[in-house]
């Protein structure tokens, strides 16, 4: 009798064990299930990036958003980024017009497009303050010009350096198409009016070809975004004023412009991610400053359409 319930016992200590087990096992699978099912909806809320951007327009601009156009497809691999020049009115014109994503501009749309019901189908986002400075051959003998001096030099009264203190030698003006929203800020800001096409003068929207013109054209004289300048040619003080980032943001040195990167309204997803990763501190406070613009936070004056400048 002893025997038969020892062995009933063990059955029923084993049938137990067998259960638990059981139990257990679903556990540990229904808990698998669930980590799995979890780590799969993680895996499909993730985002990730692809498509094209073209972005086109203004060569001022155009360095900055290359080299953060390249940052950016490296932790996007998905997104190809294409950075093209050809002016800020070609840029604007072409994002009108759908023909690419991002219209790069020096100046705002308004001021290039006619049609006011297409202007206002853009929308801005500015990324930057550019400054620009009129550049000499470094051999002419002049650092310095004043206001008047250059709308005499760029209208054709002024024709030899001699007659603003330089060498005696024809001055070369290296111009802009107009096109150029370089040329409408360094009109509007620098001449405070527009200049003629002069006969003799050598016309080229791009920026690196200007500074290698300048470089190499006997009393050549351009001008350039801060971005360009190094020292293969001269930069000019205007009014006495040196061109830096400083006496930009304080309000000292007029001859500046806001960098926009105009949409055709609200930008797809891609797009938006990339003018996003633009306004980033990384690229504001690294590749902004480091290219020689200036992030828009540290202006400590403002300026609208018409030009007018008030403090912040």
Sequence with gaps: MKLKKSVLLALTLAFSVSLAACGNNNNSQGSSASNGSSASNNKSAETKLSGSIIASGSTALQPLVDQAGKKFSETNSGVSIQVQGGGSGTGLT????????????????????DDASKAAELKDHQVA???????????????????????????????????VQGKDQKIV???????????????K???????????????????????????????????????????TVQPLQYDGVDATADNVAA????????????????PDATTKAFLDYMLSDEVQNGDVVEMGYIPVSKMQVVRDVKGNVTNK
């Excluded at 051959?137 to 054709?156: R, Y």
Aim: charge should be negative; charged fraction near 20%.
């Design 129 to 163: 303050v550019v400054a620009m400075a009129a550049v000499v051959n470094k051999e002419v003998g002049v650092t310095n010009l004043t206001k008047q001096q250059l709308v005499d030099i760029f209208t054709g009264k002024i024709t030899n350096w001699k007659d």
């Design 173 to 187: 003006i290296v111009n802009r198409p107009g096109s150029s929203g370089t040329r409408a800020t360094f009109e």
């Design 189 to 231: 800001f620098a001449l405070g009016q527009k200049a003629p096409d002069l006969q003799g003068s050598i016309q080229e929207d791009s920026s690196g070809t200007v500074k290698k013109l300048v470089k190499e054209t006997p009393g050549a004289i351009g001008y350039l975004a801060l971005s360009y300048i190094d020292d």
């Design 251 to 266: 309000g000292k040195y007029p001859v500046w412009a806001y960098e926009h990167m105009y949409t055709k309204g609200e």
């Design 94 to 113: 072409q994002v009108s017009e759908g023909q690419v994503q991002i219209g790069n501009s020096d100046v705002f749309a308004e001021e290039k497009i």
